[in-house]
């Protein structure tokens, strides 16, 4: 279903198609570093260029023979370029063509992702914006604690998608690294030279040591980076799912023309697409523990890790290109109730200022303890009888000897707690 849904882009990289491409541009590429040693003629190096080929078709067909897919892949490329195919894979090993074209791949759709991510930051920065002076309550351990401003929450995701920007780029950066160095790493029949002068032209850096592979802690970091972003995803998406309760109701997502939120009821508007997300985050998770695992493998080389990476290379990155659009259409559309805002701001009578009420009595010489205990009283009278919080402590001997009603009333001041959100934003997007 996530392949069908997905932008087509992201999975003609995966395609089989593709991937032998991969492995030829490997190949024709190393015919080039021999070539420019002197060890293949121009002539023969120009009839490779110009006839090398293949079909998907032919590759499966001869590997149902052979059991192996780089022998029938290049017993195929034979069958186009004749006798000048002779030089082609010449000193190089399967690894050499697998990992250094799993690298192309992983590359090619990282920047996708990379692009992804900034098409995401971009709609986060606009609704920061759009909502920087909004009050909303700030919730801990889902109870009301104090207000922020609905922009705040944009900002937070931002600032930590652009975390996840830096993360994505360097895993990419990590992860675009070739390796032609032959059977057990050792150039014993491919000189270095040959491996760096391809590496260059496929726009690789060549592994500064390898063994029969490219070593997976590479890889590992690269799904690594994939899962944190989802997990960054699944956060807001957590959060809005959250909003949009109907007892909330601060915020909900885009509901269509025509759309329908249950079989049964009639009147449902459910967060089907954040919790969409919520799940692809844990398949995200699962890649990562898997490339992972691939870590460890036997001596220079076993093959453990290959079918694993044959599903979370197309599976991971496809899943998260498809959960970052999916996202950012969430957020672009994300309809907001800043009116229901305010009525939660007002459900606990004022209950929000009790820590500075705190620590207005401290700043009046009372104990920390004994000051706590004043302001609790009256905030648990308040929230157990739904009675107003400030006249409770205009009407508390102990508070008002202290502080008096006018200075309690001071106290009751919405702009306290939002006198630096400016700056937070300086912060987060100068």
């Given at each position: 279903m996530i392949r069908r849904y997905t932008r087509k882009v992201m999975g003609q990289i995966w395609s089989e198609e593709n991937r032998y491409r991969k492995w030829l541009d490997v190949e024709i590429a190393v015919c080039e570093a021999w070539a420019s040693a002197g060890k293949i003629p121009e002539?023969?190096?120009?009839?490779?260029?110009?006839?090398?080929?293949?079909?998907?078709?032919?590759?499966?067909?001869?590997?149902?023979?052979?059991?192996?897919?780089?022998?029938?892949?290049?017993?195929?490329?034979?069958?186009?370029?004749?006798?000048?195919?002779?030089?082609?894979?010449?000193?190089?090993?399967?690894?050499?063509?697998?990992?250094?074209?799993?690298?192309?791949?992983?590359?090619?759709?990282?920047?996708?992702?990379?692009?992804?991510?900034?098409?995401?930051?971009?709609?986060?920065?606009?609704?920061?914006?759009?909502?920087?002076?909004?009050?909303?309550?700030?919730?801990?351990?889902?109870?009301?604690?104090?207000?922020?401003?609905?922009?705040?929450?944009?900002?937070?995701?931002?600032?930590?998608?652009?975390?996840?920007?830096?993360?994505?780029?360097?895993?990419?950066?990590?992860?675009?690294c070739g390796k032609i160095s032959g059977a057990v790493g050792t150039f014993a029949n491919i000189p270095p030279e040959m491996e760096e002068f391809a590496c260059q032209r496929l726009g690789l850096k060549p592994a500064p040591i390898s063994t029969q592979i490219i070593q997976r802690d590479r890889h590992a970091q690269f799904f690594a980076a994939i899962a944190i972003v989802g997990s960054t995803l699944e956060k807001i998406a957590t959060e809005i799912r959250h909003l949009q309760r109907t007892e909330v109701l601060e915020a909900m997502e885009p509901f269509g023309k025509g759309q329908k939120g249950s079989s049964a009821m009639p009147h449902k508007k459910n967060p089907i697409l954040s919790e969409n997300i919520t799940g692809l985050a844990r398949l995200l998770r699962g890649y990562c523990l898997s490339a992972l695992e691939n870590v460890a493998l036997w001596h220079e080389r076993d093959i453990s890790h290959s079918s694993v990476e044959r599903v979370i290379g197309p599976d991971a990155t496809i899943v998260l290109?498809?959960?970052?659009?999916?996202?950012?259409?969430?957020?672009?559309?994300?309809?907001?109730?800043?009116?229901?805002?305010?009525?939660?701001?007002?459900?606990?009578?004022?209950?929000?200022?009790?820590?500075?009420?705190?620590?207005?009595?401290?700043?009046?010489?009372?104990?920390?303890?004994?000051?706590?205990?004043?302001?609790?009283?009256?905030a648990l009278q308040a929230w157990e009888g739904r009675e107003d919080f400030k006249e409770l402590l205009k009407k508390d001997p102990d508070v008002a000897r202290v502080l008096g009603a006018e200075a309690i009333e001071g106290l009751f001041d919405l702009s306290h707690h939002l006198q630096h959100v400016d700056k937070i934003f300086e912060r987060v997007f100068s």
């Open positions: 002539e023969s190096l120009e009839n490779i260029r110009r006839k090398a080929s293949f079909t998907v078709e032919r590759i499966e067909e001869i590997e149902e023979v052979t059991k192996h897919d780089v022998i029938a892949f290049v017993s195929t490329v034979a069958e186009y370029v004749g006798e000048d195919a002779r030089f082609i894979h010449m000193g190089m090993t399967s690894s050499d063509v697998l990992d250094t074209a799993f690298a192309l791949q992983l590359k090619e759709s990282g920047q996708i992702l990379l692009d992804g991510i900034r098409a995401l930051m971009d709609a986060l920065r606009k609704r920061a914006f759009e909502f920087k002076h909004t009050p909303a309550m700030g919730r801990s351990h889902g109870i009301h604690a104090e207000p922020v401003t609905f922009g705040l929450k944009f900002a937070l995701w931002y600032a930590e998608m652009e975390r996840n920007l830096k993360r994505m780029a360097d895993a990419v950066e990590i992860v675009s290109d498809f959960a970052l659009a999916r996202l950012t259409r969430v957020i672009e559309g994300l309809v907001v109730f800043p009116e229901n805002m305010r009525k939660n701001l007002e459900l606990t009578r004022g209950l929000w200022h009790s820590q500075g009420a705190l620590l207005a009595l401290v700043d009046r010489g009372v104990a920390r303890d004994t000051a706590y205990e004043w302001v609790q009283r009256n």
